[in-house]
C-alpha cells in the first residue's frame, strides 16, 4: 500500500442495514474504499482471498462461521499476512475482549462507536498498529486475574531484559511516547525494539504482543504502565 493507495475495507456483519451505514460511511471518507462484504463468517473469509483489503470489520455474532473463527482463519493464512481485522460488537463482554486478540484481531471496538473514531480506527490498524483502549486492556487484565497464575514462557527467552521490559510496558497498554518516557529511552529507541520483538516471537503486530505479556506473567495486576524498570545505560 502507498500513499496514493486507498486502504481496502471489508465489512463482515449479518445485517444488512449494518454493512449499508458503514459501507455509506467508508466509502464517503477520502483514502478508504469498501472492496467486499460478508453476511457470515464464512463469507468474510471468502472475501479476504477474494479482495485483499488492508482492513475487515468483523462482527463477533454471525451465522455458520462466528467472527472469532473467521478472525483465527484469516490470520492464520501466510497469504493474508497484510489482513488485519478490526472487530466490531454490540456486546462489550470481556470474552469476547480476550478471545478477539486471542484470535489474531489487531482492534475491538463497540458499534457505537464515534464514526470519526471508527475511520481513525481503521487507519491505525491498517497501518500495523493495534487499537486497544485502555478500558480494553483492564478488561484484558481482568480476565487474567481471574486465570490460574501464568507461567513465563521459553518463548521469551530469545528476547533481551530490555525487550522484555518494552514487552511489559506493551501489555499495560503503553505507547511508544509513554514507554519511552518510563524507560528513558528515545521512541525512535522504542520503536526499534517493538520491531524486534514482532520478529522474534514471529508475532503480526502489537496487539499480539499484548496477548503474550499477558499469558506470560509480565503484565502484574495493579502495576500501573508507570512502573519504571532500569534505565537504558548508556551506550
Known amino acids: ?62 451465522p455458520e462461521m462466528d467472527g472469532l473463527a473467521a478472525t483465527a482463519r484469516i490470520t492464520a493464512d501466510e497469504r493474508l499476512a497484510d489482513c488485519r481485522v478490526l472487530v466490531l460488537t454490540t456486546f462489550d463482554l470481556d470474552a469476547y475482549v480476550y478471545d478477539a486478540l486471542a484470535a489474531g484481531a489487531s482492534g475491538f471496538l463497540l458499534k457505537d462507536t464515534a464514526p470519526q473514531h471508527l475511520l481513525d480506527a481503521i487507519r491505525t490498524v491498517a497501518a500495523g498498529d493495534a487499537l486497544l483502549a485502555p478500558s480494553v486492556t483492564r478488561r484484558l487484565i481482568a480476565e487474567f486475574v481471574a486465570r490460574p497464575t ?11 531484559d530490555r525487550e522484555r ?62 512502573s519504571n524498570p532500569s534505565p537504558e545505560p548508556p551506550s
Open 150 to 160: 501464568p507461567q513465563a514462557s521459553d518463548e521469551l527467552e530469545v528476547l533481551t
Open 1 to 62: 500500500m502507498t500513499d496514493a493507495d486507498p486502504i481496502r475495507v471489508v465489512i463482515a456483519d449479518d445485517q444488512e442495514l449494518v454493512r449499508s451505514g458503514f459501507r455509506a460511511l467508508i466509502d464517503a471518507e477520502p483514502g478508504l474504499a469498501v472492496v467486499g462484504q460478508a453476511a457470515d463468517g464464512i463469507e468474510a473469509v471468502e472475501q479476504a482471498h477474494a479482495t485483499r483489503p488492508h482492513v475487515i470489520l468483523m462482527d463477533v455474532r454471525m
Open 165 to 226: 521490559d518494552v514487552l511489559a510496558q506493551i501489555g499495560r497498554g503503553s505507547s511508544n511516547a509513554e514507554i519511552a518516557e518510563t524507560l528513558h529511552i528515545s521512541p525512535l529507541t522504542v520503536k526499534t525494539h517493538v520491531s524486534r520483538i514482532l520478529t522474534k516471537l514471529n508475532r503480526r503486530d502489537r496487539a499480539q504482543l499484548v496477548v503474550v505479556a499477558y499469558e506470560a506473567g509480565l503484565v502484574v495486576p495493579g502495576q500501573g504502565a508507570g
